[in-house]
């Protein structure tokens, strides 16, 4: 009878532990349904680009994610290529035809930036500022956003068709970024506000639906309290 309780505390143990940050690309819209478990994939999962591709603007525009863990990073990789269906396809374009394409760079348009808070954030995202070949007018290219809350590095891509002449639409440009601390939601009128995002570093990279912050903290509270009650009833034994 020990050892299974045992067993069963282990188990519980190795349930709480599992709980990870996860983050959720909300504009443009990502390649697939949103799945938390597929997030350490390329892509989320999602090898292939889509047919339907999102209007993007070449300048002025921005991307919006949504997270419900503090203390995280973001990135954002572009690729030129049709299908773009590994992470060798964001990497930097080399004109030596002899060189790996697993040793050459990610190709960054925007470096990875932290923030300490959770919440919805509007991120800005010129690609006309890039320099990069092929991005211009009519392009189709795919972003993926990099994200890393503190237990490894998240993913989810965007397919997108750039314009010179597109504007967002009003009820997607008006996005304001609004964080989540101690439980209470902060309204920022700021469309899409630096915050402090411009503070980028750089990083090497080696390679049901929405859970609120609510949510996850009731999880984790309720994973505890079944270990607390656990442990105590072998100390019992």
Known sequence: MFNAKFIALLA?????????????????EPRGPFDANAQ?????GYANAVDNRTTFPLSGGFFSLRTNHGDWTAGVLLSTSQNPNSFTHFKVTSNDSSANPNDLPDQFVRGFASEED???????????????EGVEDGANVTIQVMFDGGDGEL????????????????SIATCQNATESGGH????????DDHDHDHDHDHDHDHDH???????????????AGVAGLFAGLLAL
């Open 118 to 132: 959770a919440g919805t954030f509007c991120i800005p995202l010129d690609l006309s500022s890039t320099g990069i």
């Open 40 to 44: 350490v994939n390329f892509c989320s």
């Open 12 to 28: 519980l143990l190795t349930a709480s532990t599992g709980v990870n940050a996860h983050f959720r690309l909300l504009y443009p």
């Open 155 to 170: 993913f989810q891509c965007a397919d997108l068709t750039l314009s010179s002449t597109y504007t967002i639409p009003e």
């Open 185 to 192: 939601d902060h309204d920022h009128d700021h469309d899409h």
């Open 210 to 224: 929405d859970h609120d912050s609510g949510a996850l903290s009731h999880v984790v509270t309720g994973l505890a």
